[in-house]
């Protein structure tokens, strides 16, 4: 448990928060949801954004520790791979977010597909601009994980 917690945070890092300009594709789409996150690539990498009110990214931003995941879904009506990820503040109290990689898109698997080549990604907190970015660690256990979800969904 201990080396579980030393572990998260030594993936969690906090850096300058990028002055990064959206595609105007994807601010159209931000402007359309309250609250979620949306995988996206900027400089060649796969990034995420998430996206809520004033208020919550303020709470989002004082998180300590960040888990992430991977499940494949084989679904008829939206097959996907479902990214979770696990933020929680210095009381343990969590924040959720997931993302759903549709299995039919090539964009999709692509971003999916690029996390496998990155030592990390980064996660860029947005309410009508970016407030805040977190660098989080690949590690080589993560990128086996992020293989043997790729090989389920393209099964």
């Known amino acids: 448990m201990l080396s579980n917690f030393l572990n998260s945070i030594k993936k969690l890092r906090m850096h300058k928060t990028p002055t990064v300009e959206f595609p105007k594709e994807l601010m159209m789409t931000l402007s359309f ?8 690539s900027l400089n060649n990498m796969t990034v995420f954004v998430f996206k809520g009110s004033h208020n919550e990214i303020e709470s989002i931003n004082k998180t300590i520790q960040i888990f ?63 407030t805040h970015s977190r660098r989080i660690e690949i590690t080589k256990k993560d990128k086996e994980k992020i ?4 090989y389920q969904a393209r099964a």
């Not at 293989?147 to 790729?150: A, C, Q, R, S």
């Open 68 to 130: 992430f995941g991977l499940e494949c879904i084989k679904r008829p009506e939206f097959p996907s791979v479902r990214m979770y990820f696990d933020l929680r503040d210095k009381s343990n109290k969590p924040y959720l977010f997931d993302y759903f990689f549709n299995i039919e898109s090539d964009e999709d698997m692509k971003l999916l597909g690029k996390l496998l080549e990155q030592d990390y990604f980064d996660i860029l907190s947005f309410d009508s601009r970016i």
């Open 33 to 40: 949801i309250e609250s979620g996150c949306l995988a996206t």
């Open 147 to 150: 293989e043997k979800v790729l």
